[in-house]
């Protein structure tokens, strides 16, 4: 993508009440604009990253057997009534009615619709279990959306919902919803903590949230730092397994891990050594749910079991805050700078600077390696605009590639082009015909890039 076509609506001035990094970054990148309170549109540069995440977000859950499936935003209120959530959902609910009176909600989740749809279709015990998900819009109208994207009233969220004939593989689902998700936080360059959380409106007995740490973090979180040392890194998981998904869930719970909400002062004093105590905030990307019938007996969803019996299906629901992720990310990997993204939803994986608009040389340089990367499948971002270098790295810095690609009249001069680290800022040297080969076995290494 060449700069000077694209739209990146960066701001001077931030606004008063962008009181944290992501938000004032994401302004000031000019990947969001504000519409209405806790409403956005996502401006291009924005959009890439959100579409990095959710590609994430689906490879993990059809990794882990999940069905996507699209729900619409707009559900009529009657399912609501029959769970028996329309009034207790409060005034956070959107209700709408329609030009021939009837009543629609904006769904603030999809535990109600999917319901529907399973029992529609789904009686016997034969085809189970089922999990399905989608990707789609809320809305909450929260009364105090702050932080940008971060507690919106309009927010993208993955929501998936598990049916399973009886409780333990109902807590299998949960469990393969867990070790999927941290594999999704962990691929976005994440570490989230699974902590016992507290169910809510969505309700149910059995629920985890998933905490990243930062300071601006809404939640209060008090953990062991032994979590900190677990990772899925490099290690496969049969999904189909109960025994394995359940070893890793007992290793990733196993350390107490708690919000405010669950926190119990006692508990942290006798179980954790003192001097792995930690206690900071956090940003909750996350939460999985079992809720057994609470569903599906108001609803009627039930299947005939091995022994042809009419049972109440088991039901979890799980959700990922997908555009809340964006901001977390940023909280999380950022600098005085600008945003340092993490190679795997970066929007693009690198930058090409021409530090001298105008002269004929670095141009046809530039020209010639934006073109050798773009057609190998390097998604490359070129500023060719004719502005100063210094501003020109302002940017870059601002909006975070991974790696900028200095082409300078005295560099060729000496036949040398700088690549440069965004998160290290090591500065390599390299011959013009060595530089994309350079570029792409980097990509490779953090394991992209079409290398070939
Ligand atoms: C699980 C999926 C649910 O709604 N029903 C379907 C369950 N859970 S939840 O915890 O309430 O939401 C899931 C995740 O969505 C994100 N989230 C938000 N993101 C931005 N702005 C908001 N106002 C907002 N509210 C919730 C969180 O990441 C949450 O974990």
């Known amino acids: ?64 057997g999940h069905l996507p499936l699209l729900m ?30 009837r009543d629609l909600v904006y769904g603030p989740t999809n535990e109600e619709l999917i319901t529907d749809i399973f029992r529609g279709h789904v009686h016997s015990y034969r085809d189970l279990p089922l999990t399905l998900y989608h990707i789609q819009w809320k809305f909450r109208d929260e009364i105090r959306p702050r932080y940008g994207v971060m507690r919106g009233r309009e927010f993208l ?51 985890h949230e998933f905490l990243v740490l930062a300071d601006t973090g809404e939640s209060e979180v008090y953990f062991d730092s032994a979590i900190l040392d677990l990772s899925f890194e490099g290690r496969g998981v049969d999904y189909d ?17 708690r919000t405010d909400e669950t926190h119990d002062p006692e508990t942290f004093e006798h179980e954790v050594p003192a001097s792995q105590r930690r206690h900071s905030r956090g940003i909750e990307v996350g939460q999985i749910f079992y809720f057994a019938t609470k569903y599906s007996a108001p609803m009627g969803a039930a299947v005939a079991n091995a022994k042809g019996e009419r049972v109440d299906v088991h039901m979890g629901s799980h959700g990922i805050g997908v555009s809340r992720l964006v ?13 340092v993204w993490p190679p795997s939803v970066a929007p693009f994986q690198a930058g090409i600077v021409n530090t001298a608009s105008g002269n004929p040389m670095t141009e046809a340089a530039c020209d010639r390696l934006y073109r050798e990367l773009a057609t190998s499948g390097v998604e490359v971002l070129y500023d060719d605009r004719s502005e100063r270098a210094g501003a020109k790295f302002a940017t870059m810095e601002l909006i975070g590639l991974p790696w900028r690609i200095t082409v300078g009249p005295r560099g060729l001069k000496s036949g040398q082009i700088e690549l440069v680290d965004r998160k290290s800022g090591l500065t390599e040297s390299f011959a013009p015909d060595r530089i994309a080969g350079e570029l792409r076995d980097r990509l490779s290494a953090s394991g992209l890039a079409n290398a070939s």
Not at 160 to 181: E, L, Q, T, W
Request: charged share 25%; glycine share 8%.
């Open 327 to 339: 901001g977390a990310i940023i909280e999380a990997s950022h600098d005085d700078r600008g945003i």
């Open 1 to 64: 993508m060449r700069m000077s076509r694209y739209f990146i609506p960066t701001l001077k001035e931030i606004p008063s009440d962008a009181q944290i990094a992501s938000h004032q970054l994401m302004l000031r990148a000019g990947m969001i604009k504000q519409a209405a309170s806790g409403i956005y549109s996502w401006m291009p540069l924005g959009l890439r990253v959100l579409q990095k995440i959710e590609r994430i977000v689906h490879e993990e859950q059809i990794r882990a």
């Open 241 to 257: 397994s109960r025994e394995e998904c359940a070893r890793h869930v007992d290793e990733w719970t196993s350390h107490y891990a």
């Open 157 to 207: 969220m993955k929501d998936g919902y598990n049916f399973d004939v009886d409780k333990p593989s109902a807590i299998h689902s949960y469990n393969r919803h867990m070790v999927s998700y941290l594999r999704t936080y962990q691929r976005m360059g994440l570490q989230a903590i699974p902590m016992r959380a507290d169910t809510g409106p969505i309700g149910g007995s059995y629920s």
């Open 72 to 101: 619409p935003t707009l559900q009529p209120a009657g399912l609501w009534r029959e769970s028996g959530r329309y009034d207790d959902y409060g005034e956070e609910m959107l209700r709408i009615t329609d030009r021939h009176n």
